[in-house]
């Protein structure tokens, strides 16, 4: 999955609201040494089990999931560091090895049957 | 395109409440429909109010709150000095921009850069201004194609509705000015099948001052075009903005490579990239210069 515009990315969230449901956007918060995406890169988790985006293949990408489905299900926003060490990196045939920390964000859409 | 638009003030602090969520999503939605710039500020590591949001729009009207109007206003100032960078985003420790807030030592926010995607115009729909218009889809970046011959400009030609067509029936001085509008996030190559239709379309470019913008063309006939336009009264600083000929020295041959040059200088001038190889550290200046 590939990097997605900004505007298609709002949207996406707007249409959400829209419906009620709740979103959870992660995004590259911080990077250290050699990570397979960069600041700022997002990916979206909607409850139908969608997402849109992405925030870096498959060194993080299994514990983002993890981490947003948890959220969806809480409700709570935190900050997640994600270590990539090269040896855990090499072993996945993955460029990347320094730390990243992504921020689980959860964007609600109470009050919205209004 | 204009920061001043819908300057909304925050309400009371409630960073949680979807009406709030809302209100946000769609204020960001407005910067990029409408060509702007702002900073999304998102307080992510913190005692209370973690997730809480403020929009700070380039000429500095803000939306939403941290709950702490000083916190608020810390945000906003530093907010403005992260769009003068060119980061994507970024995230600091509050004690780094506001080290007198003593209840928010060891928050940190996280800035990002909210933007649109850069709109690249191209005058031309011959081989070069194709090639240019499919390879800037590529990037995700939006796309203006126009050509005066209206069967160049066909969806059969383009079935991606990611470029918008414009057959340029009354002139292209009417149609490159509406595409180019504020030239503010805009890049415009001029690669039409003529000279003289390069200078209509870069007389109707220039007084946008769009972020780039370049003419195809050899050092020669682009020469004479610039100099029409400077006895035309465009200034020298105008027509210094000028890359002419478009486009960065690769070695370009086929239409497609020539696109890939010109968009390799547009990415590089929103970037701030040097264009010169990574590699080149490696290799003795000497040894590069010989």
Redesign the interface.
Known sequence: MS?????EL??L??EA?GRGERVVVA????TRGSTPQ???AKMLFFVSGATAGTVGGGCVEAEVWAEAREALRTG????HKFSLTADEASEEGMVCGGTM?I?I????????D? | MNDARDPREADDARPHDGDDARALAEAISQVLRGGSLAALATLVVAQRNVGAKALVRAGGASVGSFGDAALDEAVAARAIKFLSSRQEAATHAVEEFAPTLEAWRGARVMFERVEPEPHVVVCGAGHVGAALARLARALSYRVTLIDDRADFVTRARFPDDGVALVAATEGWAKAVREAVGTGRGVAVAVVTRGHNEDEECLRAVVAARPDYVGMIGSKRRTNIVLERLREAGVSEETLREVRAPVGLDIGAVSPEEVALSILAEIVAERRGGTCAPLSAWRRPRTENER
């Open positions: 990097s997605i515009p900004q505007l709002y949207r969230i707007g609201q995004t590259v918060a911080h960069r600041r700022g709570s926003s935190a900050l920390e921020f964000d959860v964007w609600d859409a109470k009050g919205s209004g």
